[in-house]
């Protein structure tokens, strides 16, 4: 009978470098240095307004349409440089103490400045609402839902088509462990 539990070494074998520090193994077992040292990052970028949703009845239909679904969680926006990351409310208030238990994993992505647009929610999954203020309150799990990437490294990538936007999205959170299917 099938336990749940994954009894592979998917892990280890997927996620080869360290979200900390970004180095593989090997560099750990030696000692290297981190690949990106302090001195190294770019100031912060301001915080972006997000493009809100559009809401609509249905799905739309054909392959012009981009969407993203709705989780029940905290529309946020992540500022990456100097002085470590900044994650904002869609309105602009800076949250970063009460998502402070993300902050590593977005320290550890291979950039010196960026801003990334997503969703913090409960748990290691779409949960109610209810649940992330619980979290929140008592300090349980988030996770991040990241589904845009407006700066990079100095760029200003809002002009930029959305689809090139996710292409260098997900080349930034290539190494970053996967805790939600």
Not at 14 to 26: N, P
Not at 44 to 65: H, I, M, N, Y
Request: aromatic share 8%; hydrophobic share 35%; proline share 8%.
């Amino acid at each position: 009978k099938d336990s749940g539990v994954n009894t592979t070494n998917d892990l280890t074998e997927t996620h080869l470098t360290s979200v900390a520090s970004r180095r593989s193994m090997k560099e750990i077992g030696e000692a290297a240095k981190a690949k990106t040292k302090a001195t190294d990052l770019r100031k912060r970028p301001p915080f972006s307004k997000p493009q809100l949703a559009t809401p609509r009845e249905d799905v739309p239909k054909g392959a012009d349409w981009w969407y993203e679904p709705k989780h029940d969680g905290y529309r946020a926006m992540v500022s990456l440089g100097k002085g470590g990351p900044r994650l904002f409310t869609r309105n602009g208030h800076d949250w970063t103490e009460k998502f402070g238990a993300l902050a590593p994993y977005f320290s550890a992505l291979p950039c010196r400045s960026a801003v990334v647009d997503g969703e913090v929610v409960s748990g290691l999954g779409p949960e109610s609402f209810g649940a992330l203020q619980r979290a929140l309150k008592g300090g349980g799990p988030l996770a991040f839902y990241a589904f845009d990437l407006l700066h990079l490294d100095g760029s200003d990538l809002k002009k930029m088509p959305l689809r090139e936007r996710r292409k260098l999205l997900e080349t930034l959170f290539a190494d970053v462990p996967r805790l939600a299917p």
